[in-house]
């Protein structure tokens, strides 16, 4: 009887009919000894695993953590019964009636017309409680509610707040919200919701702001939002949420952010934001993204900032970003991407930071950043660059910061700094350079920091460049007459493990120059017996470049010149 109870239980859909069980089983409790109820989980487990019945069932750990758990199941529905049989607390009409609500238990501020039961241990309403219907505020958050009954909130058409965060709630009734006409902020994160009913927010037309992360909401009824035209901000952040209907956004012309981020989306359909069309900020993080239709974005005109980190796209096309020019903030490090379209960020003149870090790019491809006037920083770290040519920054006048640490760089052509006049910060630490082309960094003049360090440097007459601009710029450092900049210079003096200025940057070799610090060592040092390379010193050439581009995939058959 139990196992069919349980197992009926389980697979029932419709509320009334559970609760029915629930009762039965409820009373079962109350006539029997545990014993006897445990022996009937015990056996209805077997039942509902094995195939074959055994007579003689054991109370094993196991079954007795599948007790807890039913337990806690039918203790839940005991609770949504209750929640749905009783109205849980009394509302008035009457204004006057602000002194009664204060007499509590909860806590009510008649000025305020606000009442608060924040963190009370509640695992009902408390029904003592007399809650005037004119209250703008409702707290009820940090409690252990897991149902609210379908007339909680009746005749509170002015309620402005509402506040239903961290406790159980499982199941919201479907007419919960429809008296709330002046509701503008209702939050329901961190609760236990699996899904929500196709009218949960109808008529709700002065909603501006919904929370509802940290839930277990899988997917979303279509046109969810329809009468809900007002509403400036929802957090859909931290659900299971793995597929979207077309027309779940629909409507929203007033979003100005849409947080998805930290759910299950492997895909968006095309059409999904085709109302949102004042969106600022769009979080789609942490999420399975592999690819986009290639028009996503095309309505988000007014769109500030993108968060894509962490997902699992492998390209930039041409189209993907074209429409979105209001854009400042592009953020799309811990990807797969490897492939960029030269044309990709045409379209976003108004981009300031770019954070690309973290994916397998190879290669930039030349004129990519031709539209980029705007941007300041620029955050190229941890990819497969192996090579940096004159140009590829063409466009980034304006640039400041530029990260281009844990990479594979091994050259960087003489002039590719050329286009940022601008540069303060540089970190090229972690690559594979064992030296710059002279007159590399001649073009930076406003460099504040650089970082050079975990790079096989190799310290013969060509890193002499390096040396010098770095003591050129240590020494005009050193010149500052404020106290606590000559104190930082000192600290250096002393101390190599300090980055700016290149200060961590040790030779690999040759010889007896290994483990040396590059900014230390000196002309004649450096080219000691090394006569044959003067000549080349003002003008330390790398043989010609032979590299192909296929496919956007760089294919390296490069050398580094030795003459
Ligand atoms: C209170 O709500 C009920 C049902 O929602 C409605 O019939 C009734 O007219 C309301 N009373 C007032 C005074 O608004
Ligand atoms: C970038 O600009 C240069 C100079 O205007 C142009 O020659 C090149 O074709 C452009 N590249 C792209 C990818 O648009
Ligand atoms: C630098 O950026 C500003 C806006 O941030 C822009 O007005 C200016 O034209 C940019 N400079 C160049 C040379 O593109
Ligand atoms: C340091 O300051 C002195 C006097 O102000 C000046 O003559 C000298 O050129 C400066 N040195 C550098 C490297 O800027
Ligand atoms: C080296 O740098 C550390 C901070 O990174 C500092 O605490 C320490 O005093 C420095 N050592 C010397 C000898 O300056």
């Given amino acids: 009887m139990m ?5 009926t239980v389980r697979d029932m859909t419709d509320l009334s009919s559970k609760i029915y069980c629930v009762i039965v089983f409820l009373s079962l409790c109350k006539t029997n000894t545990y014993s006897f109820v445990s022996h009937m989980c015990t056996a209805s487990m077997r039942i509902s695993t094995d195939t074959e019945y055994s007579s003689t069932p054991a109370l094993s750990e196991e079954s007795m953590s599948i007790f807890e758990e039913m337990k806690n199941r039918l203790s839940s529905f005991e609770r949504r019964l209750r929640a749905v049989e009783y109205p849980v607390w009394r509302i008035s ?29 509640l695992l009902d309403l408390p029904s003592t409680q007399l809650v005037p219907a004119d209250v703008l505020k409702l707290d009820l958050g940090s409690n252990r509610l897991s149902a609210l009954h379908r007339d909680t909130f009746k005749n509170m058409t002015q309620l402005h707040h509402l506040d239903l965060s961290s406790n159980l709630i499982e199941h919201l009734a479907p007419s919960l919200f429809l008296p709330l006409h002046g509701i503008a902020n209702v939050r329901l994160s961190n609760n236990l919701l699996k899904e929500m009913q196709r009218n949960q927010f109808y008529e ?20 969810l939002f329809l009468s809900n035209g007002h509403l400036v901000l929802l957090d859909l952040s931290s659900n299971r949420i793995s597929l979207l209907p077309p027309g779940t956004f629909h409507g929203l012309g007033n979003l100005d952010e849409l947080l998805l981020g930290e759910n299950r989306l492997a895909g968006l359909p095309v ?34 900032e993108l968060n894509m980190r962490n997902n699992r796209l492998t390209e930039l096309p041409k189209g993907l970003l074209l429409t979105l020019a209001q854009l400042e903030i592009l953020e799309i490090s811990s990807n797969r991407i490897s492939c960029i379209d030269a044309k990709a960020l045409h379209g976003m003149s108004a981009l300031r930071e770019l954070r690309i870090g973290h994916n397998h790019i190879k290669y930039l491809p030349p004129g990519l950043f031709n539209n980029s006037m705007s941007l300041k920083r620029l955050i190229l770290y941890g990819n497969r660059i192996e090579i940096l040519v004159r140009g590829v920054f063409r466009g980034l006048f304006n640039l400041t910061s530029l990260f281009l640490q844990s990479n594979r760089l091994r050259i960087l052509q003489s002039g590719v700094f050329e286009d940022t006049p601008n540069l303060r910060k540089l970190q090229l630490e972690s690559n594979d350079l064992s030296f710059l082309p002279a007159g590399s960094m001649d073009a930076i003049f406003t460099i504040q920091q650089v970082r050079l360090s975990q790079n096989p440097w190799h310290c013969d007459c060509r890193a002499s460049y390096v040396a010098s601009w ?8 050193a010149n500052l007459t404020n106290p606590l900049q000559i ?28 483990g040396q610090s590059l900014l230390r060592l000196t002309f004649h040092e450096l080219c000691e017996g090394q006569w044959a390379s003067m000549k080349g010193m003002k003008d330390v050439k790398l043989k010609p470049l032979k590299f192909s581009i296929e496919n956007g995939i760089l294919h390296n058959t490069y050398k580094i010149g030795d003459n």
């Fill in 3 to 7: 196992c069919c109870l349980v197992r």
């Fill in 93 to 121: 009409l009457k204004e006057e009636d602000w002194e009664i609500c204060a007499e509590g238990p909860c806590k009510c501020v008649p000025e305020m017309k606000s009442v608060s039961c924040w963190r009370y241990n």
């Fill in 204 to 223: 709700l037309r002065n909603l501006r702001i919904l929370d509802l992360s940290s839930n277990k909401l899988r997917t979303l009824p279509e046109n």
């Fill in 271 to 304: 059409s999904i934001f085709r109302d949102t069309i004042n969106l600022k900020r769009l979080a789609l993080e942490e999420n399975r993204l592999k690819e986009l239709p290639n028009d996503i974005f095309k309505d988000l005109t007014s769109l500030k």
């Fill in 470 to 477: 770095l003591r050129k710029r240590f020494a005009s450092f």
């Fill in 487 to 514: 104190q930082r210079v000192l600290i250096m003096t002393g101390n190599w493990s300090i980055w700016e200025f290149g200060a961590g940057a040790t030779c690999r070799g040759p010889g007896i120059l290994g």
